[in-house]
């Protein structure tokens, strides 16, 4: 079974740059031992349901230290029948776009 996530997770009122906080979030990802990929809008991660969902939660909580205000947009794809969805993925659109 598979949770294939993406966050986006930033605080509102720290002014333009805000990729110190950002690093917080991607640290947690990090620490949590689960398989993640940082791209330039969020951060894909994977595993069960409960440890996405723990993750993200951790997530909010280490952003949460010094905002008052965080906006958070979390995206879930869930199956069941499937793991190691995110390295396969890529895999399949990287080998369809070289017959293209």
């Known amino acids: 079974m598979s949770a294939l996530a993406e966050l986006s997770i930033f605080p509102l009122g720290k002014g333009e740059s805000v990729s110190s ?10 620490s949590s031992g689960l398989d993640f990929q940082v791209g330039p ?14 993750v993200a939660g951790e997530c909010m909580d280490s952003m949460k230290n010094g905002c008052n205000r965080v906006y958070m947009v979390l995206k879930v794809d869930y199956r069941a029948d499937m793991d190691n969805r995110m390295k396969g993925k890529v895999e399949s659109l990287t080998g369809k776009m070289e017959t293209c």
């Open 21 to 30: 906080y950002v690093a917080g979030a991607v640290a947690v990802v990090q």
């Open 41 to 54: 809008m969020g951060t894909c991660f994977e595993g069960g349901w409960d440890d996405v969902l723990r």
